[in-house]
Nanobody
């Protein structure tokens, strides 16, 4: 089992920045590819970004490309999402997830999930 806990969400004005963190415990963090997903009210959960075990590969949804940066520190069992130039449409609950498959974009490929952290962007 891998336990994931997100933090860093909050209320921010449009154009502002937030940094989300995902702390992992349990099995070896570096064995898992990691990702961020988000879910807005009334919408399905959507892919935001993913990072491979060694950080050699990252991928982003088109809607966040150039504004968000994913990273991880395996020595600290932590993944991050730096979010800049935030927009009202970024408002959602953000979830971190772990998978044994690198590069997966589908939520169904992720075995472990955190409980989420709320990000609200006011316009």
């Amino acid at each position: 089992q891998v336990q994931l806990v997100e933090s860093g969400g909050g209320l921010v004005q449009a154009g502002g920045s937030l940094r989300l963190s995902c702390a992992a415990s349990g099995r070896t963090f570096s064995n898992y590819a990691m990702a961020w997903f988000r879910q807005a009210p009334g919408k399905e959960r959507e892919f935001v970004s993913t990072i491979s075990r060694s950080s050699s590969f990252t991928n982003y949804a088109d809607s966040v490309k150039g504004r968000f940066t994913i990273s991880r520190e395996n020595a600290k069992n932590t993944m991050y999402l730096q979010m800049n130039s935030l927009k009202a449409e970024d408002t959602a609950v953000y979830f971190c997830a772990a998978s044994t498959f690198s590069g997966a974009l589908s939520a169904r490929s992720y075995n472990y999930w955190g409980q989420g952290t709320q990000v609200t962007v006011s316009s």
